[in-house]
Structure formats: C-alpha cells, structure tokens
C-alpha cells in the first residue's frame, strides 16, 4: 500500500498556472497506475486525470483537456499536476489516488490510496 502526500495547492487568478505534486511512499509506486480527482463541497468527486505507471499513458477529462498535465518520476515517487489557463470553475479540492491495476480507471472506487487533499482555489 501507498501512502500519499498532495502538495502545491493556493490562490491563483484565473487564466494562471499551478503545479500540484503527490509525493509517495512505499516500494511498490512505480508500479501503480495514478490518477487526479477533484471535489467541490457538496458534490460528488470527479475524475481529473490519469497516467499509466510508465507514465506513457495518459488520460483527462474533457473539461481539462488541453489546460492540465499529469507527469510522474517513479525515482522521486512523485507525480505532478501542471495546470494552466485556470478558471474559477477549476476551484476544489484535489486529490490524488494510486491503484495496482493497470487499466487508467476514472471511478473512484478504481482506486485504493488517496491523500488527504490540496486545496485549489482560481479567483475571477
């Protein structure tokens, strides 16, 4: 099992960038598959994105296509989340998740580590 740390959340304007990091540990990290999510209070968590565990392949939301970037180094056990053009309806708090399976899942129940969460908020 991993552990997850997300970090690199704040106050951005819209139309900027951030750069979130989910910071794992455990040996087994290279091998997972690990993903984004978001949440705004008082909805449901939504998927954000995904990337294989060589990080060769990807997958996004339709509402992030385009402006969000998921990477990983598997030797920093980190994985990051650049997002850029931000808009007000990107605020939530971000979640990153890790599981063993290799298929790039987009529910939540896909995966069985989380953190704890970064807060992104993008004023207008």
């Known amino acids: 099992q991993v552990q997850l740390v997300e970090s690199g959340g704040g106050l951005v304007q819209a139309g900027g960038s951030l750069r979130l990091s989910c910071a794992a540990s455990g040996r087994t990290f290279s091998t997972y598959t690990m993903a984004w999510f978001r949440q705004v209070s008082g909805k449901e968590r939504e998927f954000v994105a995904a990337i294989s565990w060589r990080g060769g392949t990807t997958d996004y939301a339709d509402s992030v296509k385009g402006r969000f970037t998921t990477s990983r180094d598997n030797a920093k056990k980190t994985v990051y989340l650049q997002m850029n053009s931000l808009k007000p309806e990107d605020t939530a708090v971000y979640y990153c998740?890790?599981?063993?399976?290799?298929?790039?899942?987009?529910?939540?129940?896909?995966?069985?580590?989380w953190g704890q969460g970064t807060q992104v908020t993008v004023s207008s």
């Open positions: 998740a890790a599981t063993p399976l290799v298929v790039l899942g987009r529910g939540q129940s896909d995966y069985n580590a």
